[in-house]
């Protein structure tokens, strides 16, 4: 019997090499490998700069930092997300507030995101769930209708002038909308190469941001390199120039660069990449056409005004319930097929609740849990594999 795992990362010899050079160059921390793939993440976002750094939770948290956000301020994301779109917003000593999704729909529901809109909302947090960019002309319309609320408390938000849009698109790098890629959309735009995503550094993420007026972006960047590397001066590349050893600490800050050993896995990634969403996209389309038969709702991936990163395979099992979905997740481990849930709504988690969140004022997201399996998609997935997968799965659930 075949076994098929969730999500192994796509790695090659080539990667293997690359590492193997960083290794052997005698610079394995941040240098010049994380600034070319810097260079090459900005060029493929269309943006002008790009940072990288060890996670997507670093990028986004780092975001809050620079745009002042703390103590008395809100910060509103999705109910149906992972914790790191909210845990981010503690970290800095906000107030998450969550809110439902559409019904039907695994994306916010714009029209409560508007009404969640007060005097203290900072920052607002979308998510591009399985790879799939959110209606951003919907969310800037909603900030947009409430920007005569909007208080600015540093000087990078009154730049922006209403409500910050820092999208968590860590499934997303590559995915595009209107013709624009997730990266240049958003105020300000996280993403994740840790080892189950589309692109890997093994762990890692990478930000990008609008070029807006009133901010000069090498000043951005160099703040945020600045909040990533303790509020050092100097990085250690620029240390080690002759003569070049003096630096200050400008602000008690963090430690969450990205290394020239990560770098080198993404340097080769992004070389491969335009394959590798190809692959995913012919596997999509795949499923889609054996599963179109049966009484589901699967996440659409490509429509006319959007292109996914194929990150992630979501069914519903419509009529179904909690139970049934549990069922068939035990069921296709049984015969050795890896399936997830993506995701468990926040206000289920004991974290959440703990903070006075309860799911019964989110029944939209609960209504798109109870009854949605992930199935494997990867770009190590074999059309036999693929093929493997459905009849197992329709042999199960229905």
């Not at 901010?215 to 070049?244: C, I, R, W």
């Not at 709702?297 to 009529?319: A, D």
Request: hydrophobic share 40%; glycine share 6%; net charge negative.
């Amino acid at each position: 019997m075949m076994k098929i795992p969730f999500s192994p990362p796509d790695i090659t010899e080539a990667e293997a090499d690359e590492v193997r050079d960083a290794l052997l160059s005698g610079w394995i921390t941040t240098g010049p490998r994380t600034k070319e793939l810097e260079r090459q993440i900005a060029a493929f976002c269309n943006t002008e700069k790009a940072v990288c750094l060890n996670s997507a939770t670093a990028c986004l948290e780092l975001v809050l930092r620079i745009l002042g956000v703390g103590p008395g301020d809100e910060v509103i994301t999705s109910a149906y997300t992972y914790t790191a779109s909210a845990s981010v917003v503690c970290h800095v000593g906000a107030r998450p507030v969550l809110v439902d999704t559409g019904k039907g729909s695994w994306e916010m529901d714009y029209d409560r995101l508007a009404d969640a809109i007060n005097e203290r909302t900072k920052v607002v947090i979308p998510v591009d769930l399985g790879g799939v960019p959110c209606d951003y002309d919907k969310i800037m319309a909603a900030v947009e209708s409430k920007r005569h609320l909007f208080r600015p408390s540093n000087d990078i938000q009154k730049s922006i002038g209403r409500v910050v849009i820092a999208a968590d698109a860590a499934h997303a790098f590559g995915a595009c909308r209107h013709g624009k890629m997730v990266g240049s959309i958003a105020d300000f735009t996280s993403f994740s190469f840790h080892a189950v995503k589309n692109f890997t550094t093994a762990e890692g993420g990478a930000l990008t941001w609008k070029t807006t007026d009133g901010f000069d972006n090498e000043l951005l960047y160099k703040e945020f390199q600045l909040m990533s590397l303790h509020g050092q001066s100097k990085d250690a590349l620029a240390k080690t120039q002759l003569g070049a050893w003096e630096y200050d600490i400008l602000s008690p800050a963090y430690k969450c660069n990205m290394t020239d050993v990560m770098a080198a896995i993404g340097l080769i990634q992004m070389k491969r990449y335009p394959e590798l969403l190809e692959r995913r996209r012919q596997l999509i389309e795949r499923y889609d056409m054996t599963l179109k038969k049966y009484d589901v709702q699967v996440l659409g991936h490509y429509g006319p005004n959007h292109r996914s990163s194929g990150h992630l395979y979501l069914v519903r099992l419509l009529g179904k319930d909690e139970n049934y979905r549990n069922h068939v997740i035990t069921e296709m481990a049984k015969r050795e097929i890896a399936c997830n849930v993506h995701y468990k709504p926040l206000p289920m988690m004991t974290a959440y609740k703990a903070m006075g969140f309860d799911i019964s004022d989110y029944p939209n997201a609960y209504d798109m849990f109870c009854n949605e399996v992930t199935l494997p998609l990867h770009t190590r997935l074999t059309d036999e594999q693929a093929d493997f997968v459905l009849q197992n799965f329709t042999d199960i659930a229905f």
